[in-house]
């Protein structure tokens, strides 16, 4: 494993280390916080969660999401790239942890706490982060990103109406064919729309 003192990691470098990353939080958390120790690697970790056609992406992700989970605002210089791409990932260990990095983005942007993201997140994010989830809502994804992104459009449909209403729409129209998850899910959501 590498360890976190080492400087100076090229593209080829991060991507060799990422065939160790696995489903363990332990590596996960290792090289997430190797990423937010070494901020200049954060548009390595992305150019490589943005082959989308590649394996090694959805480890890409999986530290990503680690490193927003642990420093969310480590994301803010990156927001443009990140959120432009976002609609690009098709692989769905890929998909999770994006989606997971956009509820993230969105629940901090209305947190009552004073945070950099509420001033770093502007209208074109926004839409790029709508746009997404309400791919990830209609296409056939797992129930992860489907949770995340429904939960991501609640919050930003509680300061554009539409978003909700969209949101009801294909809650109501998938609620039969979907999991027990989704269901529990989208009553939840459905229930605090209505509220």
């Known amino acids: 494993m590498l360890k976190i003192t080492k400087k100076g990691l090229t593209t080829e470098q991060l991507y060799k280390e990422l065939n160790y990353v696995n ?7 290792h090289y997430a916080n190797l990423v937010i120790s070494q901020p200049e690697l954060i548009p390595e970790l992305l150019t490589i969660l943005f082959k989308v056609d590649d ?9 990503f999401e680690f490193m927003c989970g642990e420093k969310l605002e480590a994301i803010i210089p990156h927001l443009d790239y990140f959120l432009e791409n976002i609609h690009k990932v098709h692989l769905d260990s890929a998909v ?7 509820e993230y983005v969105v629940t901090a942007y209305y947190s009552k706490t004073e ?3 509420q001033t770093a997140l502007n209208s074109k ?31 930003l449909g ?3 109406d539409w978003i909700h209403l969209e949101l009801k729409l294909i809650l109501e129209r998938d609620y ?18 209505k509220s």
């Open 158 to 160: 509680n300061h554009s």
């Open 115 to 117: 945070n950099k993201i």
């Open 125 to 155: 994010h926004k839409e790029h982060i709508v746009e997404a989830c309400f791919d990830w809502m209609i296409n056939d994804e797992k129930i992860a990103p489907k949770a995340y992104a429904m939960n991501t459009l609640f919050l």
């Open 96 to 102: 999770r942890p994006v989606a997971k990095v956009c």
């Open 23 to 29: 489903h363990s939080r332990e590596k996960r958390l």
């Open 176 to 193: 039969q064919m979907q999991s027990s998850g989704f269901k529990a899910r989208a009553r939840h959501i459905l229930k605090k729309i």
């Open 55 to 63: 394996k090694v992406s959805c480890r890409a992700a999986w530290v």
